[in-house]
């Protein structure tokens, strides 16, 4: 009898283990593309100051999930052109994943989506501030894991607000993950604009 499980219910442990995946810690990717990645205008560099200080002026206060989604994620998403085309942004799209030995099937729904036709662009998984933003590694690899992008990398964003973190899925027989280092609005500069700067180059990768 096939078994469904609930994709926020699994643990990194339980992702690795299911899809035989492992983490690739010697991956410069992130580290290089930041030397290719597009500058930014003094417009967007304002824009982004103003979004980390209504964040820190909302963040006294507990912030759900759809408050990250809705201060932080959408302007992001905004200045990176992922409303615009050829882009298509979506919100909890639906995915259904059975594991290697179809003993089991993992549902759950991406929390942001963003398309380039077929192409699933970017996957993004929020949570709430009280939680780290490693809480949502397990689900949003799951995701990316299903994607129908398997001869090429596929990318994911995890954040609960305040923390901001890449991941790169390569497509091989045994998948390997590469985790961005975390850009935080606790620090003094302002690390939204490296994350704008990354958004703009995985967009850049599927024009």
């Known amino acids: 009898m096939v078994q469904t499980l609930q994709a926020s219910r699994l643990s990194l442990y339980d992702v690795k283990s299911k899809f035989h995946l492992q983490q690739n810690r010697n991956d410069s990717f992130f580290i290089d593309l930041l030397g290719?990645?597009?500058e930014l205008s003094e417009f967007e560099k304002q824009q982004l100051d103003r979004v980390r200080q209504q964040y820190l002026y909302l963040a006294d206060r507990?912030?759900?999930e759809v408050t990250v989604k809705m201060v932080t994620l959408s302007p992001l998403l905004s200045l990176a052109g992922f409303y615009d085309p050829p882009?298509?942004?979506t919100l909890e799209e639906s995915i259904e994943l059975v594991s290697q030995d179809g003993a089991e099937v993992v549902r759950g729904q991406i929390d942001i989506l963003v398309l380039q036709q077929a192409?699933?662009?970017l996957?993004?998984?929020a949570k709430s501030i009280q939680y780290d933003v490693m809480v949502a590694l397990p689900q949003a690899l799951t995701y990316m894991i299903a994607s129908?992008?398997?001869t090429q990398p596929r990318f994911g964003l995890i954040t609960n607000g305040r923390e901001f973190r890449f991941i790169k899925l390569d497509s091989e027989t045994?998948?390997?993950y590469t985790l961005s280092k975390v850009f935080s609005l606790s620090e003094s500069e302002n690390h939204l604009y490296v994350v704008l700067?990354?958004?703009k180059f995985l967009g850049q990768l599927v024009k």
Do not use: G, K, M, R
């Open 36 to 38: 290719a990645a597009p």
């Open 62 to 64: 507990p912030l759900l």
């Open 87 to 89: 882009f298509y942004t």
């Open 119 to 121: 192409i699933w662009v």
């Open 123 to 125: 996957v993004i998984e």
């Open 148 to 150: 129908p992008n398997h």
């Open 174 to 176: 045994d998948p390997t």
């Open 197 to 199: 700067q990354i958004l």
